[in-house]
């Protein structure tokens, strides 16, 4: 029997937070296009600057060095992803830049959530455009879903957001990963670099590869995931309890024995203990099947759907 989260989260009507360790790599030049539709998994030729898209940077062999949300930004493109690795994974992406009209560097602007049912109000109420990508004073304001909006501005204009989101509440980082968790949003962190392919990470259902567009990097092994059903693994959503502190590495039920099943990707948890993780498990693997925290034999963990199918 499957199951949904029954971990909720009550947002304010209209919050915000800074998000700290989030950033963006930045990206000009009159090749800063074409360069990157020739290095990522999603089609930069075909976006349009009232839209973002999720996407990655693969090594040769598929592998991911980073995964991000993608938009147009201050006469260029931003690559926002979070913080942990960054460094490594701007020297991956720049690494033939040399060759082409194109500055990637990574981005000093600050990263603000706005959340809450009014959000999509308040950005009205500061922005000209109705787009899910907007201009705003030194950066942008991006649609992540119905309840999220990114800001990423100059740190010198953070004063006067905060005047205009007076009557909001400021709340913790916590809640907005809370919602890319029970979204089943992925992210790639410094120890999950270099270790998936796009479709483990579940990124073609979430539109963050295309398999239209040309040639790039790590394309031949994505695409035989996809035409010859190469891939084994997919990312899926657990729900259970957890220690302040405790480590997210996994172990699965085996009969009346217990193996490793890995490290999340992504997780949350809030002051009762209740706690959301994504982690990359087998396809096939039963939808009953227990789990627990390596360092807790006590904790119970099991499966739970995402809000999207798994099919492509």
């Not at 990637?104 to 999509?120: F, K, N, P, R």
Request: a negative charge.
């Amino acid at each position: 029997m499957s199951a949904t989260s029954s971990v909720s989260l009550n947002l304010p009507s209209l919050a915000w937070t800074l998000l700290p360790d989030w950033q963006a790599i930045a990206v000009t030049g009159a090749d800063s296009k074409s360069y990157l539709q020739g290095q990522v998994t999603c089609d930069v030729v075909q976006l349009d600057a009232e839209h973002s898209t999720l996407g990655a940077h693969c090594d040769a062999k598929g592998k991911i060095w980073s995964l991000f949300r993608l938009f147009h930004h201050n006469q260029g493109y931003a690559l926002w992803q979070h913080k942990s690795g960054i460094e490594t994974a701007l020297q991956e992406i720049k690494k033939y830049s040399v060759f082409s009209k194109v500055d990637l560097e990574l981005s000093s602007q600050i990263s603000i959530g706005v959340l809450g049912e009014q959000a999509d109000s308040f950005i009205d109420s500061i922005t000209d455009g109705r787009g899910d990508v907007r201009s705003i004073t030194s950066g942008s304001a991006i649609k992540i879903d119905s309840q999220r909006w990114l800001l990423l501005l100059d740190e010198g204009e953070l004063d006067n957001l905060k005047q205009q989101l007076q009557g909001a509440e400021e709340i913790s980082a916590d809640n907005w990963d809370y919602i890319d968790v029970v979204s089943g949003i992925p992210r790639v962190t410094q120890s999950q670099q270099n270790t998936h392919i796009p479709q483990t990470l579940n990124l073609q259902v979430l539109g963050g590869v295309s398999f239209e567009k040309g040639c790039y990097t790590g394309q031949e092994t994505v695409a035989r995931a996809k035409y010859r059903g190469t891939n084994k693994k997919v990312m899926r959503l657990l729900q259970g309890s957890a220690n302040e502190n405790t480590a997210f590495t996994f172990e699965r039920q085996v009969g009346e024995n217990w193996r490793g099943a890995g490290e999340a990707i992504a997780q949350y948890r809030n002051q009762q203990g209740e706690a959301l993780a994504l982690i990359v498990l087998n396809k096939d693997i039963e939808f009953d099947t227990q789990f627990r925290l390596a360092e807790d034999s006590n904790s119970a963990w099991s499966l739970v759907e995402l809000p999207y199918d798994l099919e492509e």
